[in-house]
């Protein structure tokens, strides 16, 4: 079983509906983050959190807002889904908490959730 | 505006050559660079690692050099092979809290 599990893979829905992406994680970290990709855009953070009580925005929240319901979860939503919002999302996890130069600096990704919005 | 950049969208390179993937950013106050390497219907996964003290680290056929003056940074991959055939993202942090990724460069490793 994959360690950062994303439900559901592949989603397509209708604009002005609520989706909800989740996200879960059995590695125990702290840190969860969720991206999406663009076609040449890369990977930019929509929202992360260092812990259950620790919410903050990215580069790109106008339109998320997203939810941690315990360590191992972290859903994302969408109040009224719009086109623009079509990408594939991530999630990730890690467990750095402050830079050494042992540190990697590792995420850990899911596969992805593609969402189309018509 | 973007503050990692990829400027090559793509890159082909013959089986047991050299490829050699670029990242350029803006943000003097990175101090740690990651490259990723993504399939398709998969998540990025993560490849090797700098850090600002360093301008060089080797693993296996992977090596990542840093040139901070220059704000640039580069992936050699020697030799290539079919496997290698991926997106590869550079990311970078300034405090490991937020990572920073490019838009990615797609490698493909003819045989």
């Known amino acids: 079983d994959a360690d950062v599990t994303q439900t559901p893979r592949n989603r397509i829905t209708k604009t002005g509906k609520r989706i909800m992406l989740e996200c879960s994680q059995t590695k125990g970290h702290d840190r969860m983050y969720w991206y999406r990709q663009d076609p040449g855009l890369g990977l930019r953070l929509i929202y992360y959190s260092f812990d259950v009580k620790d919410i903050n925005k990215g580069e790109i929240s106008d339109g998320y807002s997203v939810s941690r319901q315990a360590q191992a979860k972290f859903s994302l939503s969408l109040e009224s889904a719009i086109p623009n919002q079509t990408a594939l999302y991530f999630c990730a996890t890690s467990d750095l908490s402050t830079g050494t130069e042992e540190n990697t600096g590792e995420l850990f990704f899911g596969e992805g959730s593609r969402l189309t919005v018509l | 505006d973007q503050q990692v950049k990829q400027n090559s969208p793509s890159l082909s390179v013959q089986e047991g050559r050299i490829s050699i993937l670029n990242c350029d950013y803006t943000?003097?106050?990175?101090?740690?660079f990651l490259w990723y390497k993504k399939y398709p219907a998969e998540g990025p996964t993560f490849l090797i690692s700098?850090?600002?003290?360093?301008d060089k680290n080797e693993d296996g056929r992977f090596t990542v050099f840093l040139n901070k003056s220059a704000k640039h940074l580069s992936l050699h991959i020697v030799p290539s092979q079919p496997g290698d055939s991926a997106v590869y993202f550079c990311a970078a942090s300034a405090d490991f809290n937020k990572f920073y990724f490019g838009s990615g460069t797609k490698l493909n490793v003819k045989p």
């Open positions: 943000n003097s106050m990175f101090d740690y």
């Open positions: 700098i850090s600002s003290i360093k």
